[in-house]
C-alpha cells in the first residue's frame, strides 16, 4: 500500500496546486482553466520545471527565479494539505471498504472532490472572508447525494439534519445581521449535515466552535495589534476544519 499512499498524496499535492489557481483567479479577470501561470511580480511566465508542487518551492527558495520576489506560503501549504487530506480520505475508505473496487475507486473520487470544494471554501473565505455561491452550492449538491454513496438510499434524517444545522445558522446571521455569522456558513453547513448526519454533523460543529474559540482566543492574546474581541475573523475554515475531523474520526452514538 505504501506506493499507493505516495501517489495519492503526490495526486493530491497537484490537485491542491490547481485549486490554488482556483483561488488566487476566481472572480477576477484571469481565467480559470486558461492562460499560463506566472509571477504576479514580475510577470513573467513560469516554466514546467517551477510549476512542481512543493518541489519547486523549496528549489527556489520560496522566490521567484526571475525577480527574487516573495512566492506566497499558500502556495505549499494548500499543496501540502490537500496531499495529506486526499491520502486521508483515501485511507479511511480503504479501511471501511479493505479492497479497491470499482465502488471503492468511485466513492473515494467522489469524496475527494467534496474536500477539494472545502479546502476551496476554507481558503478563499480565510483570503476575503466571504464563501462565493458558486463554490458552497457546488458543495451543498455533491453533499445531498452522500447517503446514496455509504448506504445505497436517500435519508430523511441525513436531510433534516442539513435543514436544522442550516435553520440554527441562519436564525444566527438574521438575529445579529450578520454580525456573528456570515449567510455563507449557514449554506455551508446545510451540506454539512447532509454529508455527515446528524450526529457526526453536530461533532463537526463542536469541534468547529471549540477549534476557533481557542485560535480566536490566542489570536487576541499573542496579536493585540491585529486582534481584539470585535475583530471579524471567518468561521468558514473552522467548520470545514470540523468537518474533516468528524469524517475521519469514529464517533460512537
Not at 79 to 87: P, T
Request: proline share 3%; hydrophobic share 55%.
Amino acid at each position: 500500500m505504501t506506493i499507493y499512499y505516495l501517489f495519492i498524496f503526490a495526486f493530491g499535492a497537484i490537485v491542491g496546486s490547481f485549486l490554488n489557481v482556483v483561488i488566487l483567479r476566481y472572480n477576477t479577470n484571469e481565467p480559470i482553466l486558461k492562460g499560463k501561470s506566472r509571477c504576479f511580480s514580475c510577470n513573467k511566465n513560469l516554466k514546467w520545471y517551477e510549476l512542481i508542487p512543493i518541489v519547486s518551492f523549496i528549489i527556489q527558495g520560496g522566490k521567484c527565479r526571475e525577480c527574487k520576489s516573495k512566492i506566497s506560503w499558500q502556495y505549499p501549504i494548500v499543496e501540502i494539505l490537500s496531499g495529506i487530506v486526499f491520502l486521508s480520505v483515501f485511507s479511511i475508505n480503504y479501511q471501511i471498504l479493505n479492497n479497491l473496487s470499482l465502488y471503492f475507486i468511485l466513492s473515494t473520487l467522489y469524496y475527494l472532490a467534496i474536500f477539494s470544494l472545502l479546502i476551496v471554501i476554507a481558503v478563499y473565505d480565510l483570503r476575503h472572508q466571504i464563501i462565493p455561491d458558486f463554490f458552497v452550492y457546488s458543495f451543498d449538491v455533491l453533499a445531498f447525494f452522500a447517503p446514496l454513496v455509504t448506504s445505497y438510499k436517500l435519508q430523511v434524517t441525513s436531510f433534516l439534519a442539513g435543514i436544522l444545522f442550516f435553520s440554527f445558522f441562519g436564525l444566527l446571521w438574521l438575529a445579529s445581521r450578520g454580525r456573528w455569522m456570515g449567510f455563507g456558513d449557514a449554506k455551508l453547513v446545510l451540506g454539512m449535515g447532509w454529508l455527515l448526519g446528524f450526529y457526526k454533523g453536530l461533532w463537526a460543529l463542536l469541534f468547529a466552535f471549540w477549534i476557533g474559540a481557542i485560535v480566536g482566543i490566542f489570536l487576541v492574546l499573542f496579536s493585540k495589534k491585529r486582534y481584539n474581541l470585535n475583530s471579524a475573523i471567518p468561521f468558514g475554515p473552522f467548520l470545514v476544519l470540523g468537518t474533516l475531523i468528524s469524517f475521519l474520526v469514529k464517533i460512537s452514538v
